[in-house]
């Protein structure tokens, strides 16, 4: 009887898993190499997997964490809050300036050694990468086992992170899915993923095979959830702290580029470029956009971290209020900007009226940098 109801059971489990309901977009597909049919995903009965996840949005100039932060709730972890990945990887910290107030690559934490080798440390993926350097990589084979990864994960009812998911095509048209997106179906049909970007408003569908040619390197890069590392939450904390204070020195990557300065020195170089009637008033507004959407994840952050560092409560809370004022300040240059863009030129009175704005705002990162001190001090 029991070796009966056993055979049963496992009948009715593959019964369930096989009649999942998951539909993928319908649509045109972004064409790929074409397959060897020796190796084809293709199976005698076909099955479309999706999940109904989507990056977080407004992205907050960072498509690693508007795809993270969906990517750890589908996998068990909510935890891991958009203040939560933009505070222990750096972006809730992080600004740069060029001399002339120009536009400024603010997602550049995303991609290189800075925010995933902090995040390797953090989070387990199965990481599938090559580039065109890599040429003892068999990448037709790469592929092929990335898409079997990815089936996995989706079959668990959990996305893939996936580095550029366009191709040349797409790009040239103006679908621009640059840097991070999230996979989040699959047709075994189609062979095709179907891909979800915080940029763009519609889902799409790519070929598998069709990924890691849109960028200098043509880096192909898939990561599937695995696991969260064992960490002690306060060691990470902590180090996020001290990378803030880092980042307001303009210290915490060597390797950025020259014609930037980096933190505190940057607010002082966009305050100098509002002293030349040229300055112009679009890239400033991406400015103050992106940098009050991070020093608001700073505020959440530094609230988030109350509970766990009780000893050093107070000066949290200080560090949290003086970027509270921050945002408030950046959003009214943010507005003056808008202003400026429409009329397509600054007065001299906005002008001034900026410099004075930055000013305000970099006295209210100094201050929230002082606390942060005072918080890891008390720790």
């Known amino acids: 009887m029991g070796l009966v109801l056993g055979e049963f059971l496992m009948s009715l489990a593959r019964i369930l898993y096989l009649s999942i309901l998951f539909t993928v977009s319908h649509a045109p597909i972004a064409q790929g190499d074409g397959l060897n049919r020796n190796t084809s995903l293709k199976s005698d ?63 550049n934490l995303d991609w290189g050694s800075r925010a995933l080798a902090v995040l390797s440390n ?24 990335a898409c079997k990864a990815v089936r996995a994960s989706l079959a668990h009812g959990i996305p893939a992170l996936v580095w550029q998911p366009m191709t040349p095509e797409m790009k040239s048209n103006g679908q621009y899915a640059f840097c991070w997106g999230l996979i989040v179906g699959y047709n075994e049909e189609e062979e095709t993923y179907s891909v979800r970007h915080p940029n763009l408003k519609n889902d799409y569908t790519i070929r598998y095979d069709a990924l890691g040619k849109t960028d200098g390197a043509q880096w192909f890069n898939i990561r599937t959830f695995e696991n969260i590392l064992d960490l002690d939450e306060k060691p990470t904390h902590l180090a996020a702290l001290n990378n803030a204070i880092s980042f307001a020195d303009g210290k915490r990557f060597k390797e950025e580029h020259e014609e930037t300065q980096r933190g505190l020195l940057a607010y002082d ?14 890239p400033s507004r991406y400015h103050a956009e992106i940098l009050k959407g991070r020093r608001q994840a700073a ?16 000066y949290l809370e200080e560090a949290a209020v003086h970027y509270d004022n921050e945002f408030e300040i950046l959003d009214s240059l943010h507005d003056l900007c808008s202003l400026a863009h429409e009329a397509g030129v600054f007065s001299a009175e906005e002008r001034s009226d900026a410099r004075r704005f930055i000013g305000e705002a970099l006295k209210s990162e100094q201050m929230a940098i002082a606390s942060i001190k005072a918080a890891i001090s008390a720790y």
């Open 269 to 282: 170089l966009w305050r100098k470029a509002f002293e030349s009637k040229d300055v112009s008033p679009e």
């Open 122 to 145: 953090l989070i387990e993926f199965r990481n599938f990468s090559a580039t065109k350097h890599d040429t003892e990589v068999d990448l037709p084979a790469l592929k092929l086992e």
């Open 299 to 314: 505020s959440q952050y530094m609230r988030e971290l109350i509970p766990k560092f009780p000893e050093a409560d107070k």
């Open 45 to 107: 009965q076909t099955m479309n997997i999706e999940v109904n996840a989507s990056p977080t949005k407004p992205y907050a100039g960072t498509t690693l964490v508007s795809c993270l932060n969906p990517l750890m709730r589908f996998a068990g972890h909510p935890e891991w809050s958009m203040a939560r990945l933009q505070g222990i990887l750096g972006h809730a910290f992080h600004f740069e300036m060029k001399a002339n107030g120009d536009f400024v690559m603010h997602d």
